[in-house]
């Protein structure tokens, strides 16, 4: 906890007194830079495009530029163990729920947690994951978009090392969207359905005639706070519930195993 409190303070005091020629050095590496420096000046010539209306630097906007350009290391000579970090001011739980929903879009579905911390700063999840390249920060960036998300500053620390910005003000899941009236078949699932079920005022589930689902049903807020849920050690056929007021998503599986329903669900919604 020390030393993520300890990287915390030093990734602080960079966001506030990093140039854009600092940043570009810490993300290309010194020797690099060095080395590139008349490539880099002539990349960067126009500095004010790469600088937000707040006197930030773009992070994400440089990256892109040293990635396009073959400046920025992709990959490692060998399996490494990389550390990231993510911040936020908004709520934690649609927060860890999105980034690991992003991470997983790029491939990467394991990873240890390392540390959480919850403070006046913010909240921070840092985690561990074992990997031959970095994860792109461009394309990460891409993937949290999608979610209503944005980078606002990435620092790198040392080679396997970046903590990352986020503005999760006005993110939502990737859940799926379902039409009012018509009966959706929601396929096999390979893990438990997400929903989004804003504006509607009843859900009708209906399971496959070769299947038993013992319902594992849970409604959620916007920020993913829990709403109301239904847990079933008996096999139901169809399971009728009224939406929640304030419901933003809804969150099926199976109380035992998803193999129990690996023909798939229908879901019929109301508005």
């Not at 936020?88 to 980034?99: M, R, Y």
């Not at 847990?231 to 998503?249: F, G, I, Q």
Request: proline share 4%.
């Amino acid at each position: 906890m020390k030393k993520l409190l300890l990287i915390l303070t030093l990734s602080l005091s960079l966001f506030g007194a990093q140039t854009l020629q600092e940043k570009i050095r810490s993300f290309v590496g010194p020797s690099k830079y060095e080395t590139q420096k008349n490539l880099i000046q002539v990349l960067f010539a126009q500095s004010n495009t790469f600088m937000k209306p707040s006197g930030e630097v773009d992070s994400v906007k440089v990256i892109s530029v040293l990635k396009k350009n073959g400046l920025l290391q992709l990959l490692y000579t060998q399996p490494v163990q990389l550390r990231l970090a993510f911040r936020t001011q908004h709520d934690p739980l649609i927060f860890l729920k999105i980034v690991n929903e992003s991470l997983e879009a790029m491939g990467y579905n394991y990873f240890l947690t390392n540390n959480a911390l919850r403070d006046s700063a913010g909240f921070v999840w840092e985690i561990y994951l074992q990997t031959e390249h970095i994860v792109d920060p461009e394309a990460f960036s891409n993937a949290l978009e999608a979610r209503g998300c944005t980078i606002t500053n990435i620092v790198k620390n040392d080679d396997h090392y970046w903590f990352y910005d986020i503005n999760s003000d006005n993110a939502y899941l990737g859940a799926k969207k379902v039409e009012s009236g018509v009966t959706t078949p929601l396929g096999k699932p390979l893990k438990p359905y997400w929903i989004d079920v804003k504006n509607l005022k009843e859900i009708t589930v209906t399971v496959h005639s070769g299947d038993r689902w013992f319902p594992d049903v849970v409604f959620f807020d916007a920020n993913l706070h829990l709403l109301s849920d239904v847990k079933s050690e008996e096999s139901t056929r169809t399971l009728k519930l009224k939406v929640p007021n304030n419901a933003a998503y809804l969150k099926i599986g199976d109380a035992f195993m998803l193999e129990n329903i690996k023909h798939g669900l229908s879901l019929h919604a109301k508005e």
